[in-house]
């Protein structure tokens, strides 16, 4: 792995050139993803991009903190159910579409 910048450096780039700590970031996170498995990198992917979206919508970099760390709870719970109740995760019931439809026509 690409040898990153010290804390100390990081800050002085932060303040001084954002943008060469953004690319930092990217090729840091980018190279992460293409060392993992091959099976595992599309979902990688997929919530490397959920966090980026999460980090623009977000009003400043504390809310995105908190969202992103919302997110990794809500993981983590899910993973602790797995673990500890998954009687818990069986409770959803899928109903074909095609029932779902019929029921739908005779309840209105």
């Known amino acids: 792995m690409t040898e990153l910048p010290t804390f100390d450096e990081m800050m002085h780039l932060a303040k001084t050139d954002p943008a060469q700590l953004e690319r930092i970031r990217q090729a840091a996170i980018d190279q992460t993803i293409s060392q993992a ?3 595992n ?3 990688l992917k997929a919530l490397q991009h959920r966090i980026d979206l ?7 970099p504390y809310q995105s903190m908190i969202e992103i760390s919302r997110m990794m709870h809500d993981k983590l719970d899910l993973l602790n159910t797995a673990l500890n109740r998954p009687d818990e995760l069986n409770r959803s019931r899928v109903v074909p579409l095609g029932q779902a ?5 005779v309840n209105t």
Do not use: G, V
Not at 54 to 60: C, D, E, I, L, V
Not at 101 to 105: D, E, G, I, L, T
């Open 101 to 105: 439809h019929a029921r739908k026509a």
């Open 54 to 60: 999460t980090r623009k919508r977000a009003s400043n």
């Open 37 to 39: 498995k091959a099976s």
């Open 41 to 43: 990198r599309d979902a």
